[in-house]
């Protein structure tokens, strides 16, 4: 009986059906194993696991399927083939996954040339030896094949089955999609978590299903006309708040910092590692009089990252769903952005960042921003022992920016991005001088060995601000662009915060970051008002006197009593004062407590959930439509990206010319002297 069995077992293999057949279930059963043990898909209950069983099949079905309608041995290496590119396709996923806690998109892809610098070495940190095991089931096929245990089936196979299983595979597309949409309804249409249309589909439908967004977001722009600006009007015109009058126009005139601390996170503040403090000098400074430090400030990125933190903070618009906008949209919108603003309003504007110019488009995005110089990594000085990671020591960088700030006519708005807080935190001996953590993770455990090191660079930048006179002129604006350990730390995260276990409430507190704003004489303080990057804008304007009723933009000064405190997360989550909504739970803000809420409980939830659907919908519309080339504010003037260059030689002139004409530069008041002599570091490397 048994032998019967393996003889006709034997057969089928052997024929291509047979083979067929085996190529999906060995490549469903990886895809599975994969979901469970790559992914964090949140999956709950006797439905869920099943629709994630099964949610690979359809797709393979019909894939593997087109090898099909080939004859002979074409066909076998036909599904060889298409079972190593959708191999490709998962370990990609699997090495992004790891990073950015999300999947790749089509946008993202697109723009890879503009976000892969540099990426070999965390690359070798992201890769695990256990990820290159998904391969072994083509291995097991080809062995099958070359040494004959499964022979190639000569014979034709008949185009109308191969047409019955494409057709069989669309219809269990169909079904699984049924499936889905019963526990999960409006899948496609309201989600904003691409682990959703993974976890419920598969990854082969979602890309299939961000292609189609991707094309028809390219649509949009095409079919969009002035007339769609006035339902985005009419949203701001009930949403915008009133500026604070006890801050209101306080520090007009001065020039602005903009420090972005690189993948620094809000924990980190007052933290301690074998009784020393991480940051010691940013405490305190958070700590400072002058300083309005914000406890309940979210970062509201997505897969754009960085360049998601950028976008919302200079154009209080959100960033995408999927990819980044500065990288698919930067060059082609029109933009109101912060520089645009400030430089109208007679302010130079320079952006400082210690690598190439072309990193997340930056080069094109900051002329539609208006930014009239950008310092990138040409005008630096370099040698090997000067870069870590993502580009120049955040010491040195301070050092090379503050050059070429002394020249800069006042007022002005500079943004100054560090980099040596960058995953995967790499420090050389020389300059660590701080114990790690022990959690055991080595992704985790030099993060505050690297955030270390940003806190005594940002302290020598502002040794040099005092020495210069620059601190008393100016408004300090700090802020954290995203989280550095991701969700998928969760072990590693209980250890940090002292925890046993860590809910999803936990992990959403987690996203935290600073922010802050110092200026001499300025009323400070730990402001617990809750809040997001969305919401920079805004609050710097009113502070620099610009009641700014005109632009567009999402976000409500945090200043103001009439600030919204809904902050929203780009996969359509929430954070309020009262509640925390993740996925389909909802925690108690106060105290963490899962809520099984009442009826009046659900009619608020349900409120604040249509409130940040219908906000991220409408920033999404004027990024895809390119809606604001439609509408020009009373007194702003549109960017003419003509009028900037960043080349090294043409910026050094326009430079020498600018404080020709305005010399109001720090070196112009120190007699057309240089500044640097006050600049002091410990960077080993200059010494």
């Not at 020393?276 to 970062?299: A, G, M, Q």
């Not at 303080?525 to 969305?534: L, P, R």
Request: aromatic share 14%.
């Amino acid at each position: 009986m048994i032998s019967d069995k393996k003889y006709r077992i034997s057969n089928l293999l052997n024929t291509r059906l047979g083979f067929y057949l085996l190529a999906v279930l060995l490549f469903c059963i990886k895809t599975y194993i994969v979901y469970q043990t790559k992914f964090t898909l949140g999956v709950k209950g006797g439905l869920q696991e099943f629709i994630l069983a099964i949610n690979p099949i359809p797709a393979a079905l019909l894939t593997f399927g087109v090898a099909l309608y080939f004859s002979g041995r074409l066909s076998y290496w036909l599904m060889m083939i298409i079972d190593f590119l959708e191999t490709v396709w998962i370990f990609a996923n699997i090495v992004y996954y790891r990073e950015f806690s999300d999947f790749l998109s089509l946008g993202i892809i697109k723009g890879s040339g503009n976000v892969q610098n540099n990426l070999g070495k965390s690359l070798a940190e992201i890769v695990h030896f256990s990820d290159f095991f998904i391969f072994i089931d083509i291995l097991i096929l080809i062995g099958l094949l070359v040494f004959k245990v499964i022979r190639v089936d000569a014979q034709p196979f008949k185009k109308r089955y191969a047409l019955l299983l494409s057709g069989l595979s669309i219809i269990l597309m169909v079904g699984e999609y049924g499936l889905a949409n019963s526990d999960r309804t409006g899948l496609l249409t309201r989600t904003f978590d691409n682990n959703y249309i993974v976890k419920y589909l598969g990854l082969n439908e979602y890309a299939a299903f961000n292609a189609y967004q991707t094309q028809k977001e390219s649509a949009t722009r095409s079919h969009a006309k002035a007339s769609d600006m006035d339902s985005i009007l009419k949203y701001l015109d009930h949403s915008r708040a009133k500026p604070n009058p006890v801050y209101f126009g306080k520090e007009k005139g001065k020039n602005v910092f903009i420090i972005h601390l690189e993948s620094f996170q809000q924990f980190l503040i007052n933290y301690k590692v074998d009784g020393k403090e991480v940051t010691p000098h940013l405490n305190k400074f958070f700590r400072n009089r002058n300083t309005i430090s914000f406890d309940n400030f979210y970062h509201q990125v997505a897969q754009g990252k960085t360049s998601d933190a950028e976008m919302m903070l200079e154009n209080s618009l959100y960033g995408l769903p999927q990819g980044s906008a500065m990288v698919t949209y930067g060059s082609q919108n029109t933009y109101q952005a912060a520089p645009a603003i400030l430089d109208q309003d007679g302010y130079t504007t320079a952006a400082f960042h210690g690598d190439v110019p072309s990193f997340w488009n930056r080069d094109s995005t900051y002329k539609s921003w208006g930014y009239q110089y950008f310092f990138s990594s040409q005008y630096y000085k370099t040698k090997p022992s000067y870069s870590v990671g993502y580009g120049l020591k955040d010491k040195i960088f301070f050092r090379d920016a503050a050059n070429y700030i002394q020249q800069l006519p006042q007022p002005f708005y500079v943004k100054l991005i560090t980099l040596t807080n960058h995953y995967p935190y790499l420090l050389d001996k020389q300059n660590t001088d701080f114990p790690a953590t022990k959690t055991g993770d080595k992704t985790v455990d030099p993060y505050v060995q690297t955030a270390h090191y940003l806190d005594q660079a940002f302290a020598e930048f502002m040794n040099y601000l005092r020495k210069t006179g620059l601190m008393k002129n100016s408004v300090i604006v700090l802020y954290g662009d995203h989280y550095g350990i991701s969700n998928n730390h969760r072990p590693a995260i209980a250890q940090l915060l002292h925890k046993k276990t860590i809910t999803d409430y936990d992990l959403a507190q987690f996203q935290k970051v600073p922010f802050m704003i110092h200026a001499t004489g300025l009323k400070g303080g730990i402001n617990h008002t809750y809040g997001g990057e969305i919401d920079v804008l805004p609050t710097l304007l009113h502070l620099l006197g610009d009641k700014d009723n005109n632009t567009i933009q999402f976000g409500t000064d945090l200043l103001s009593r009439q600030h919204d405190q809904r902050v929203a997360f780009r996969n359509g989550d929430f954070v309020t004062p009262r509640y925390t909504k993740v996925g389909s739970n909802v925690y108690l803000t106060k105290t963490g407590k899962l809520l099984k809420p009442n009826s009046k409980q659900k009619a608020q939830i349900a409120s604040i959930q249509n409130h940040v659907t219908t906000e991220l919908s409408l920033s999404d519309r004027v990024i895809y439509g390119d809606l604001l080339r439609f509408y020009t504010p009373k007194g702003f003037k549109k960017v003419n990206r003509k009028d900037f260059t960043y080349q090294y030689t043409k910026g050094m002139e326009q430079l020498k010319q600018a404080d020709q004409r305005r010399p109001t530069s720090i070196e112009a008041k120190n007699g057309n002297k240089s500044t640097m002599n006050l600049y002091k570091t410990d960077a080993p490397e200059l010494k």
